[in-house]
């Protein structure tokens, strides 16, 4: 596989369910991304990662918990979630951390009811 | 954080070039200007960008203001494989932070 994947696409869970979303990326960058996209919002930046260090944490709750094990991969821990968490969660990547072009996946539908 | 602010949607039609434009008045110096576009039911596309000066790629031209208050992306002919929504972004890292704005975007339509 190539550039950034992303699973699972879709993702239905309860407010009292724990899930994991998965971010991989295959171009050999070492800055990774979360972002949010809800409807009618701005995509929000959630958390950045550099050499698997965690540079941003831009005032996400703390049901949001992501975990960078290595340059590669990414992930974002959920649990107990609310209803208007429900959006599209997008991973990126770029070959180093600074105002660099970013690579996205397909993002994560996530609906909590 | 610097905030961006674009038309909520344009129109164009097929082959003729498009200017699409975006405000950014509180941008500061270290601000780089990117733009993305992002098809249905895919994650946003890297188009462009720049800091002061004027830039060209395949894919588009970013003109930036001489104050930098401005910027407008030109896609020199517009193609079906164009309509998307774009997305002007301030970037800035520095000083062990990174601050980046999405702006809500503009949603492009080509006609045939």
């Known amino acids: 596989e190539t550039g950034v994947t992303q699973t699972p696409r879709h993702l239905v869970m309860g407010m009292t369910n724990k899930k994991s979303l998965k971010c991989e990326q295959h171009?050999?960058?070492?800055?990774m991304y979360w972002y949010k996209q809800s409807a009618k919002k701005p995509l929000e930046l959630m958390f950045v990662?550099?050499?698997?260090?965690r540079v941003e944490n831009n005032s996400v709750p703390s049901r949001f918990s992501p975990e960078c094990p290595n340059s590669s991969h990414l992930f974002l821990h959920l649990h107990t979630l609310q209803p208007e968490d429900s959006a599209l969660y997008l991973c990126?990547?770029?070959?180093?951390w600074g105002p660099g072009t970013q690579y996205f996946g397909p993002g994560t539908r996530l609906t909590v009811l | 954080d610097a905030k961006t602010t674009q038309p909520n949607s344009m129109e164009s039609n097929e082959e003729e070039p498009v200017h699409l434009p975006c405000n950014h008045s509180?941008?500061?110096?270290?601000?780089?200007i990117h733009w993305y576009r992002q098809l249905p039911s895919q994650g946003p596309e890297y188009v462009i960008h720049?800091?002061?000066s004027n830039v060209n790629n395949r894919m588009a031209s970013l003109a930036i203001a001489e104050d930098r208050k401005s910027s407008t992306l030109i896609l020199h002919r517009a193609t079906l494989r164009d309509a998307a929504v774009y997305y002007c972004?301030?970037?800035?890292?520095?000083?062990?932070?990174?601050?980046?704005?999405f702006g809500k975007g503009t949603k492009l339509s080509v006609i045939p």
């Open positions: 990126a990547s770029s070959p180093g």
């Open positions: 509180t941008i500061s110096g270290t601000d780089y």
């Open positions: 720049g800091l002061t």
């Open positions: 972004i301030l970037i800035y890292s520095g000083a062990g932070s990174y601050q980046l704005t």
């Open positions: 171009l050999g960058h070492n800055a």
């Open positions: 990662y550099s050499l698997e260090e």
